[in-house]
């Protein structure tokens, strides 16, 4: 459900009623969990996104730095892995490492063992960009589960992971944008 400006999104009672009255079959349960999920991803992605910019990147840019920290020191992986571990096109990940190169976030070389390979590397701008987004969201996250006890936090970890793992099983290959599942 889309929000228009000015016109309150339905509440989520509001939205179950309204998706029971139009389809009976409906299992209110899994319809609130699951939307409930879908609507706090939806406002995490909206507040990540506020951060970033505050910081002076994107969400896109932020990808492609968290993609590179998360492939290990020295933080430096091919466009085309890049474009994969994002869900891009290879046109779309070079226009992002094009910006980025203009931004002093990463580096472009040519690979010295094989001459014909580039390689994408973090700079120390890059990853202090990383870092200070990483603080701003420890800060959002934090605040986000304050209500929660360690041990609900625990058992919310666990049921997510599991939700998680079965949809990765049933969809293995999701993990980048619906475009590229056409």
């Not at 840019?61 to 020295?74: H, I, T």
């Amino acid at each position: 459900m889309a929000e228009t400006p000015g016109v309150p999104e339905p509440t989520l009672e509001e939205q179950i009623a309204a998706y029971q009255r139009e389809f009976q079959d409906l299992d209110p349960q899994v319809e609130q969990i699951v939307s409930a999920l879908s609507r706090l991803n939806r406002r995490m992605n909206v507040a990540y996104g506020r951060q970033t910019a505050d910081l002076g990147i994107s969400n896109a840019e932020w990808e492609v730095l968290k993609a590179l920290v998360l492939s290990g020191a020295p933080y430096r992986m091919g466009p085309s892995d890049l474009a994969k571990r994002l869900g891009l096109t290879p046109a779309a990940m070079t226009h992002r490492i094009d910006r980025m190169l203009a931004e002093g976030l990463v580096t472009r070389e040519r690979d010295e063992t094989n001459r014909v390979r580039v390689i994408v590397e973090l700079t120390a701008e890059g990853r202090e960009k990383w870092l200070e987004a990483m603080r701003l969201a420890t800060v959002f996250e934090e605040d986000l589960l304050q209500d929660l006890s360690a041990e609900e936090r625990n058992t919310l970890g666990d049921v997510l992971t599991r939700l998680l793992r079965r949809v990765e099983h049933a969809q293995p290959d999701a993990g980048g944008r619906l475009s590229d599942l056409e």
